[in-house]
DNA sequence: TCTGGGGTCCTAGGACCC
DNA sequence: TCTGGGGTCCTAGGACCC
C-alpha cells in the first residue's frame, strides 16, 4: 500500500568514489545522550540511576557537608522562572521534559534531584567528543553543544565499523556515550539517531524506510515544528506516511510555495543538503530574563545598566572570536510575553561597546514602553571576520585615491 | 503552573536605484 | 498625468532548533 513511497536517490545524493562508480552518501548524525545531565553525572556519579535534571542558575549548586557528603536541591525547592534544559532518562519516565518550565516540571517529580547549568563544563566536554570524532572522521559540521553531521562517504572503512569506533572513541575521550543515526541524507540521519536512544546505533537502508520511518509523527522531522504540525493535523495529516501520501497543490494551498515543496520532498526522505565543515557565525546576541518584571520607569536605573552589561558582553564576545558587526538589535519581551525587536544598520563594522550601546540606545527609544519588562537582549548581526575587514579597507583604499 | 538563552532561516513591505 | 520591472538593502516579526 505504500508502493508510492519509496525512497528517492537523485543522482545529487550520490558522490564520485575511487572506482568512479556513484555511490550513495552515507552521512552520519551523532547526538549525545541527555548531554549536560550526563556530564554532570561524571563529577556526581552518586546521583546515577535517580532522577535528575539540569535548570537554573548557580543558586541550586550542591552544598558540600562537613562529613564529606554532598547536599543536593530538590526540584520543589526551586522558586522562581525559568525552564529544564535537559533530564536524565530516569526523570523524563515522569515526564519531565526539555523546556518544560521548571514549576510544572516540580509537580510532576518534586524529588527529582535540581543542579544548575555550567556551560563552561559542557562546552569542554563538546570539544573533547568532537576531537574524538574528528581523529576518526574529520568531515563534520557543527550542529549545536551536543551533535554533528559526519560525512562518512570518502571513507573507505565499512559503515557499521567506523560507527562502532567512532562511538567508542568519543566513551574513551568523555566517558559518555552517544546515538548514532547513518542514512543516505542528514534529514534521515537526524530522524534515526533518535530512534534507539540512549546509546543507540541505527543504519538507514531504503529498505527499512516503511517500518522505521513512516508511522513517525511529522514532527519528527527536523524543521516541522509546533505550529505546522498543527496545521498539518487540520488536513488530517499526522504521520510522515500519510504527509506523503498528501497532494502538492494540498500542501501548496495551505503553506508557502517553498514550504510545500520541503514538506512534498522532505516526506520522501529527499535531502541534499551537504555537510557544511566551516559555517562562519551569523550573529552574537546575549539575552537576559529578569527575576522580576521590571518597571522601565521605577527601575530604570537597574535596566539600564543590564542594557549596557548586555552591550559589553556582545561587545567581547565579538572581540575573542575576532569579529566585527554593522548591525546592532535589541529585543524585549513584556510581562504579557509579547516580544518587539529593532534594529540600526551603522555605516562601519565595530565590536566597540560604546558603539554598540549607542546604537542599541537608538533602537530602544523607538520603543513604547507601557508594560512591564521581562526580557532584554541585544544582538550583533551583518558580521564580517576582523582579517576580512582588513582585506576590505585595503581594498576600499585602492579605490578612494582615485580622483583628479 | 507559565514559558531560558543562544542561534539560523524565511517572509514581507518599503526605500532606493537603474 | 501616469507609471515598468528587477535588484538590493533595511527593518520587523516569526518559526524552528538545541
Redesign the pocket.
Known amino acids: 500500500m505504500y508502493h508510492n513511497l519509496a525512497i528517492v536517490l537523485t543522482s545529487r545524493q550520490f558522490v564520485k568514489v575511487q572506482n568512479n562508480n556513484p555511490s550513495p552518501r552515507r552521512i552520519a548524525h551523532l ?1 549525545m545522550d541527555a ?1 549536560y545531565a550526563s556530564v554532570e553525572l561524571l563529577r556526581y556519579p552518586e546521583l546515577r540511576g535517580l532522577p535528575v535534571v539540569i ?2 542558575r548557580d543558586e541550586h549548586a550542591p552544598v558540600s557537608q562537613p562529613d564529606g557528603s554532598r547536599r543536593f536541591y530538590r526540584l520543589s525547592e526551586y522558586v ?4 529544564i ?1 535537559t533530564a536524565t532518562y530516569e526523570a523524563r519516565a515522569k515526564g519531565v521534559l ?2 518544560m ?4 516540571a516540580a ?1 510532576l517529580a518534586p524529588d527529582a534531584i535540581l543542579l544548575p ?1 555550567d556551560f563552561p563544563r559542557y562546552r569542554h566536554y563538546s570539544k573533547l567528543f568532537k576531537a574524538a570524532v574528528a581523529s576518526i572522521a574529520p568531515q563534520i559540521e557543527d ?5 554533528i553531521y559526519i560525512d562518512l562517504s570518502l571513507l573507505p572503512d565499512d559503515t557499521l565499523m567506523l560507527a562502532q569506533r567512532i562511538k567508542q572513541a568519543v566513551r574513551d575521550a568523555t566517558g559518555l556515550t552517544c546515538s548514532i543515526g547513518i542514512s543516505p541524507n542528514k534529514l534521515l540521519s ?1 530522524i534515526c539517531s533518535d530512534l534507539e536512544k540512549p546509546d543507540g546505533l541505527t543504519i538507514l537502508t531504503p529498505g527499512d524506510i516503511p517500518s522505521l520511518i513512516w508511522p513517525l509523527s511529522v ?1 519528527k ?11 498539518l493535523a487540520t488536513l488530517g495529516i499526522h504521520t510522515i506516511a500519510e504527509l506523503s501520501r498528501a497532494d502538492l497543490s494540498l500542501l501548496h494551498d495551505h503553506f ?4 510545500a515543496t520541503w514538506l512534498y520532498e522532505v516526506a520522501r526522505g529527499i535531502d541534499h543538503r551537504p555537510v557544511v565543515v566551516d ?12 527575576e522580576r518584571d521590571l518597571h522601565p520607569q521605577h527601575d530604570r536605573v537597574y535596566l539600564t545598566e543590564a542594557f549596557t552589561s ?1 552591550c559589553q ?2 561587545a567581547e ?1 565579538l572581540s575573542s572570536k575576532a569579529y566585527v558587526g ?2 546592532i ?1 535589541i529585543k524585549l ?1 513584556f ?11 551603522l555605516a562601519e563594522h565595530t565590536a566597540d561597546a560604546a558603539v554598540i550601546r549607542q546604537a542599541a540606545g537608538e ?1 530602544l527609544r ?1 520603543v513604547p514602553l507601557k508594560k512591564r519588562i ?2 532584554l ?1 541585544v ?1 550583533v ?3 564580517c571576520a576582523l582579517h576580512q575587514l582588513h582585506a576590505l579597507g585595503a581594498y576600499r583604499q585602492q579605490e578612494i585615491p582615485f580622483t583628479f
Open positions: 547526538d548531554f535548570a537554573g522562581g522562572r525559568g525552564v534544559t526539555s523546556a518550565g521548571v514549576m510544572k509537580r547549568v550542529t549545536g553543544i551536543d551533535e537526524k514532527q522531522i527536523n524543521g516541522v515544528g509546533p505550529k505546522a504540525a498543527q496545521k508557502g510555495n517553498s514550504y559555517a562562519e557565525p551569523k550573529s552574537f546576541s546575549r539575552e537576559t530574563t529578569f548586555l558582553q556582545v564576545d554593522r548591525t538589535s519581551r510581562e504579557d510575553f509579547r516580544t518587539v525587536t529593532r534594529d540600526f544598520s533602537c523607538r521581562r526580557l537582549g544582538k548581526s551583518a558580521l
